[in-house]
């Protein structure tokens, strides 16, 4: 794709924004940012999901522009944001454990012969007492959350933070066992 092709594309979706005006500028530059996320490290699905969103961007905000020669640089500007605002999202996630879905697959010790219930108990002891109480009525007792913060007079995402922060803890410590995972197909 030339120069020349870029900006008149460019300067057609300026002038009237409409679906084939669109649709050339989302060709030729479509390719050109999924090429710039992959070359920041992205993988090729999350690369066009990004572009996708930076050409959503470029369609719903174009009439912004008010040089229409600096397109090309706003575009990327666009991107770089997307990229930014990716990488934060993925900094901030935190690895957590779905405790119903790991009744196999968790890498407990052999604490002693009474049971779960003592082996629950002792992995309960990473828990601040809140937490505890948290996680033994919503996993134990299986109450939903909204009736946890009734009885305890709290609000509900006090109570989702602590169930949600109670995995966090315990993700460190119980890890899946790789001798029982299922095998991939």
Known sequence: ?????????????LNQ???DSFNSLYRIFSPQLV????RRGHENGVAEDLAQEVM???YRKAGQIRDHKLFR??????????ACRHFAERARQVPTLDLADM???LAAPQLSPCGPATEFNEWMK????EEREAMTLRFVEEWEYHEI???KAIPIGTVQWRVFNSKKKLAVHLKPRPDILPKAA
Request: proline share 2%.
């Open 1 to 13: 794709m030339t120069k020349s092709q870029e900006c008149e594309a460019a300067e057609q979706f």
């Open 17 to 19: 924004a409409d679906e």
């Open 35 to 38: 090429a710039f996320f992959r």
């Open 56 to 58: 959503l961007t470029v």
């Open 73 to 82: 640089a706003w575009l990327f500007r666009v991107a770089r944001n997307a």
């Open 103 to 105: 009744n196999d697959f």
């Open 126 to 129: 990473f828990l601040d007492p």
């Open 149 to 151: 913060a009734a009885a």
